[in-house]
């Protein structure tokens, strides 16, 4: 059975080891987890590459991290990533930071949040009517919350599907419907208490299965073979 390849954005970070600091670029294992999950064959595209590098996937995540601003070579990196991948019709999905740099990238802002740092308990999130994440995941839903920055303002690409109590912005879908991109606050990788968030399935599954089928239509690149 073939697997369609989701391309997960990587980005540098420093591991201490006993000889010294060692830069690494790379991601959180559990997308790589969450891809290979749904079905699809996950691959590390690293920072500076993954522009150049769009041509191989069938789909894109933009993994969480750091606020945006506080890293501004990977913001920069990231935000042609964002533009790049609607006009390649790019499945993308944009996890926590990866949502605020979908919104940064066509002209939407940012805030700051306060109290949506709640990693065992998570929080409630209501629905919009007619939306993606509704379809995916009913009306309400507790999710992760893990998150400082959230967005102010969608721009005019986007609009709010998903909110808290509080109204906070927790979920981007674009304006175009023939764009297949989807952001969410939360982290939908999560898999493991204390940190577990019981969206990812519907979430991934998504993903893999827009990968799946723009792979089916993609020429002269067969998709990579393997099993389920």
């Known amino acids: 059975m073939t697997r369609p390849v989701v391309g997960i954005v990587g980005y540098h970070h420093e591991v201490p080891r006993p000889f010294g600091t060692l830069p690494v670029s790379g991601a959180p294992t559990s997308y790589a987890e969450a891809v290979r999950a749904a079905g699809g064959l996950p691959v590390l595209l690293p920072l500076e590459d993954a522009l150049a590098l769009l041509g191989i996937v069938d789909a894109v ?35 926590c930071r990866g949502l605020q740099v979908l919104a940064v990238a066509h002209g939407g802002t940012l805030r700051g949040v306060p109290g949506h740092l709640l990693p065992e308990e998570g929080h409630r999130v209501r629905t919009a009517p007619g939306s993606l994440v509704r379809r ?17 303002e969608p721009g005019p690409c986007w609009h709010a599907t998903a909110w808290t109590g509080d109204d906070t912005v927790e979920a981007l879908e674009p304006t175009d419907p023939s764009w297949p991109v989807l952001g969410v606050q939360w982290h939908p990788e999560l898999v493991r208490q204390p940190f577990r968030d019981g969206t990812g399935p519907a979430i991934f599954g998504w993903l893999v299965s827009g990968a799946a089928a723009r792979g089916r239509r993609r020429d002269g690149r067969p998709l990579v073979a393997g099993r389920r």
Do not use: C, F, I, K
Request: proline residues 6%; charged residues 20%; negative net charge.
């Open 61 to 95: 995540v933009l993994t969480g991290g750091a606020d945006v601003g506080a890293d501004p070579a990977r913001d920069r990196a990231e935000l042609h990533v964002a533009r790049a991948v609607v006009g390649a019709d790019l499945p993308t999905l944009g996890v």
């Open 136 to 152: 995916l995941l009913g009306a309400p839903v507790r999710t992760s919350a893990l998150h400082q920055q959230a967005v102010d």
